[in-house]
């Protein structure tokens, strides 16, 4: 009989384990459909991929855009639209080899002449006017199309940061340029993603179909075929207490940018997920002028990097929600170099001794320092449409600590696009605060090469010798440590020695979802928030 009773006893344990397991089996089952809703921070200035220089539309841009090739969290490349890769023996030419079951969303067909079409237009400078594509563009010899299949890009000269250039380039369909609203975006710019755009309606939303042929994501994706969700709106709340308070009222599904007060709404809370990582490229950092005003003396801008405590404004902002940056680029970056972590600042003594030392040593009645008739001030640029994670709280802080500790007048300017290029062009600023999510040295050429040699967001205005003669030797190897020892020597002269730039911040992002919000994440690398590709919603 104990057989019998074993069996039956089994039995009655199975039944209770599959009562258990069934609806937790199918919760976890991908379901196709439904509306979803997400609470963004920034507001679009374009839904051109090629032309977007703020970090968080990528989120938006991505769902509709896509690339040559994906990368792994380690950096590697793996296919995407192109199915693989090869460079010459020289390390001039790059040849890709080409999906071809492709289309872009307004059905034309992408194949080598319509990917040769996006590198050519680099080099046009009507097209690219003078934006960074320019910069890019210059660089390409040749753009060929040996087959249908293949095309082979040639470079004038040997230039490492190529491939990862190649992997961010968001591809449109070649009628694309032909378009209207090409500068701006629109839905009349077709890319190959799985969602299209339906609706822009500005400073509002954002609304993206999906697409029903689509069938070619990268490996880093969990599924392939279409999208789960039916439709996916990026709603505009540039406050976060307002993207806050949405989540928690159940007027969105999910949202980004969470203020470090804000954040402790959702961490351990069932009712929703919270996740966060910071990302690749330029920390957010005031980059200090070296050709105008005050900051063109070196010990003035070796003061604000000495006699600032960065790390205890950070900590009283963010609550622990963000990372402190002290070099040149970010943590995660395989170039990163940690040798300058905790090397300087919240010294004001030795800060306001570099002061004295260069004759700022008589005070105004508000406590300014003055020398020859002339105000210690300095004007902080900030565009109005990168103004994130809080960051006019963290430049009041700063205002604030760089009077009392130093007798330095930060005066902080908020502008919009068309002032902020003017600033950029004529250089009447003492810093620019800005961060860029480049990797592989991209981001530092943009930063530190000469204006006049590509240097499209030089902001330090440097045109030091060594500076080129660093980033040209290290874009000349293929070595990955002989780049980033040539980097270091760039971080240490930049920082320590000259203090071009001030380093704040590493931007990360948070994502807030609800409980019945599944797939939703970070992508691969880069780190910023993934698009709704993989996310799909059980009942509730």
């Known amino acids: 009989m104990k057989p019998r009773l074993l069996q039956i006893t089994l039995s009655a344990t199975s039944l209770l384990m599959l009562s258990q397991v069934q609806p937790l089996l199918a919760a976890e089952t991908p379901q196709q459909g439904g509306d979803f809703i997400w609470g963004i921070e920034t507001n679009p200035t374009t839904l051109n991929p090629q032309f977007n220089g703020q970090t968080k539309v990528e989120l938006v841009q991505r769902a509709a855009f896509e690339s040559l090739l994906a990368r792994k969290a380690d950096g590697s490349y793996i296919p995407w639209l192109a199915t693989g890769y090869e460079i010459s023996k020289d390390n001039k030419t790059y040849t890709f080899k080409l999906r071809h079951d492709v289309k872009f969303s307004n059905g034309e067909k992408f194949n080598a002449e319509a990917v040769a079409e996006n590198f050519r237009n680099l080099k046009n400078l009507t097209y690219c006017a003078g934006s960074t594509l320019c910069v890019i563009g210059s660089r390409i010899a040749a753009v ?37 609203d090409l500068k701006s975006g629109g839905t009349d710019i077709a890319g190959t993603g799985p969602f299209i755009l339906k609706r822009w309606d500005k400073n509002q939303q954002i609304v993206f179909v999906r697409n029903p042929d689509y069938h070619w994501a990268s490996a880093n994706a969990s599924h392939q075929g279409p999208a789960y969700l039916n439709s996916i709106t990026y709603r505009i709340l540039p406050e976060s207490s307002v993207r806050t308070g949405a989540l928690l009222s159940g007027q969105v599904d999910a949202i980004e940018g969470i203020s470090g007060n804000d954040a402790g709404e959702f961490i351990d809370n069932e009712d929703f997920t919270y996740k966060s990582a910071p990302n690749t490229g330029t920390p957010y950092s005031l980059f200090l002028n070296v050709k105008q005003g005050p900051t063109q003396e070196r010990n003035v801008r070796l003061a604000l990097l000495q006699g600032l405590d960065v790390s205890g404004i950070l900590k009283s902002i963010y609550r622990g929600h963000r990372i402190r940056s002290w070099g040149i680029t970010s943590p995660i970056d395989p170039l990163y170099d940690n040798r300058l972590e905790g090397k300087y600042g919240n010294n004001p003594d030795l800060a306001n001794k570099l002061l004295d030392e260069a004759g700022w ?8 320092r003055t020398k020859d008739g002339n105000r210690l001030s300095i004007l902080v640029i900030q565009s109005q449409v ?5 960051r006019d709280v963290l430049l009041e802080a700063l205002q604030a600590q760089a009077r009392q500790r130093l007798g330095i007048e930060l005066k902080i300017r908020y502008v919009d696009p068309g002032t902020y290029f003017q600033f950029i062009k004529n250089g009447n600023y003492g810093s620019i605060a800005n961060s860029h999510d480049d990797t592989d040295g991209l981001d530092l050429e943009n930063h530190y090469l000469p204006i006049s040699n590509g240097g499209a967001i030089n902001y330090s205005r440097t045109d030091a010798p060594e500076v080129s003669r660093w980033l040209k030797q290290a874009s000349e190897t293929l070595d990955e440590s002989k780049r980033k020892a040539l980097y270091g020597e760039l971080q240490d002269y930049a920082i320590l020695q000259q203090a071009l730039a001030l380093p704040l911040y590493q931007p990360d992002d948070e ?30």
Do not use: C, M
């Open 511 to 540: 994502i807030a979802a609800a409980s019945y919000v599944h797939g939703i994440g970070f992508r691969a690398f880069r780190q910023i928030p993934e698009n709704a590709y993989d996310i799909w919603v059980s009942k509730h």
């Open 144 to 180: 060929t199309t040996p087959d249908e299949y293949t095309v082979a890009i040639t470079l004038n000269e040997v230039y490492s940061p190529f491939l990862s250039y190649a992997s961010w380039l968001k591809l449109i369909s070649p009628s694309s340029f032909h378009a209207a």
């Open 386 to 390: 990168t103004v994130r994670d809080q």
């Open 361 to 368: 040593t008589a005070r105004g009645a508000d406590g300014i």
